[in-house]
């Protein structure tokens, strides 16, 4: 394993997620104030998943055409630039416009950085490997929403925005004096390539797409509208309402190295629908909790049940991406179905929010991953799970 290729990739992802979760609790009140509709508030966090999925099946081609490091590069330049912008907004389309871009950016980075880390992986080391590397983007993802209530707290919302920028500037720097070129970079021949919706029909990497998008159906709903739960109802300050989001991802960032080795020695069909379940179970009573301490700590039981699941459903993927020798694209696949939750989970929270009101949308969530987990085993009992154990 190139141990400073896995230096680099870790230290940018987690720059990158840090910097992109600061805004995670601000964004909800930030459009508010501008006048948002619920259903534009859903739009605010699906737009950035909606132009990520338009752009991943691209990005999942061509990285191997024009080479990942141009991608990881550019991807994070424009990302840094959109950062700024969240602060030059003057009205909700602006707002939403800013968003979809720099999901685009996105998709132009995170899948990239997991292929590179998939193909060094040592075999049999998948959960491991993959549970540590889970770390850098976790890592990133508990410390930017409260860092981001703390800034707004401190010096404003725009300290928010250009912090932002400046860590994406750190990775930008870090990948362009570190990271190495692949044989693609160089002009490598091209391996005969699989399509899209060949690779779907594999009845594996079908049930892992429908897991993490039904998965993150749930989570999308509770990240759009959490924020607004402890502010409207709670009354909660800005940096407590982004602990309470910083702390699922801190429970499933600590736990990485426990679940990850486990992934490789346990069955993986089982802890990845039982990690789905009970998140989805946690995330269906969020609104019995009237208290900021007791939401905390469902909020770190939730943490838990995704702990749970990641290691193995990151192992399944690097399996999968090996034994099609599709890296890249079974990995953009992954970041597909992530997609596809953001933009469905926000939008449907929106509707149900002004339909049935804010304690629905977390009952709605909930029940959208306990159906996922589901489907999933029903799923992999139909196929022969040589992979996933």
């Known amino acids: 394993m190139d141990r400073r290729l ?5 230290l940018t992802m987690m720059a990158t997620s840090l910097g992109a979760s600061i805004v995670l609790p601000l964004l909800p009140v930030y459009a508010a104030e501008m006048g948002a509709t619920g259903f534009e508030l859903g739009l605010i966090f699906s737009g950035f998943a909606l132009s990520r999925a338009i752009v991943l099946p691209v990005v999942g081609s061509l990285a191997d055409t024009w080479g990942r490091r141009k991608f990881m590069i550019w991807g994070l330049f424009l990302f840094m630039v959109l950062s700024i912008g969240y602060d030059l907004v003057r009205n909700v389309m602006e707002l939403i416009l800013c968003r979809v871009l720099q999901g685009a950016a996105a ?8 292929a590179y880390v998939g193909e060094m992986t040592p075999v049999g080391q998948e959960g491991r490997m993959m549970g540590h590397f889970n770390m850098a983007f976790f ?13 707004k707290d401190i010096w404003g919302i725009s300290s928010a925005f250009y912090a ?14 570190t990271l190495p070129r692949t044989s693609r970079d160089l002009g490598a021949p091209l391996p005969a390539r699989t399509s899209y919706l060949k690779l779907l029909k594999h009845p594996m990497i079908l049930a ?33 309402i982004g602990l309470l989001l910083s702390v699922i991802v801190v429970m499933t960032t ?13 069955s993986r069909t089982g802890m990845l629908a039982l990690g789905g379940a009970l998140a989805s179970l946690g995330l269906m009573a969020v609104p019995f909790f009237k208290d900021f301490y007791s939401l905390l700590g469902i909020n770190l ?4 049940a995704s702990a749970l699941y990641m290691p193995p459903l990151m192992a399944v993927t690097v399996d999968l991406g ?47 991953g306990i159906v996922a987990s589901g489907v999933y085993l029903v799923m992999m009992a139909r196929t022969k799970p040589r992979l996933a154990g």
């Not at 759009?224 to 407590?240: I, K, M, W």
């Not at 600590?254 to 346990?266: E, I, S, T």
């Not at 039981?301 to 838990?304: D, K, R």
């Open 254 to 266: 600590a736990l990485q190295p426990v679940f990850g080795p486990l992934a490789d020695r346990v």
């Open 301 to 304: 039981l939730i943490g838990v």
């Open 322 to 368: 090996r034994e099609t020798g599709e890296m890249n694209r079974v990995m953009s696949l992954l970041e597909l179905a992530f997609s596809v939750g953001m933009v469905g989970g926000p939008l449907l929270a929106g509707v149900v929010k002004e339909t049935f009101g804010l304690a629905a949308v977390f009952h709605w969530g909930g029940i959208m």
């Open 164 to 177: 932002m920028g400046l860590l994406t500037f750190f990775g930008l720097a870090l990948s362009l004096w």
């Open 6 to 10: 896995f230096i680099t990739l870790y």
């Open 107 to 114: 998709a132009m980075v995170i899948p990239v950085a997991r």
């Open 139 to 151: 890592g990133g993802l508990a410390l930017g929403p409260w860092l981001g209530g703390f800034l």
């Open 208 to 240: 892992v797409f429908v897991f993490r998008a039904g998965s993150i159906l749930g989570l999308g709903m509770n990240w759009a509208f959490q924020p607004l739960y402890g502010h409207d109802v709670l009354h909660l300050s800005s940096s407590r």
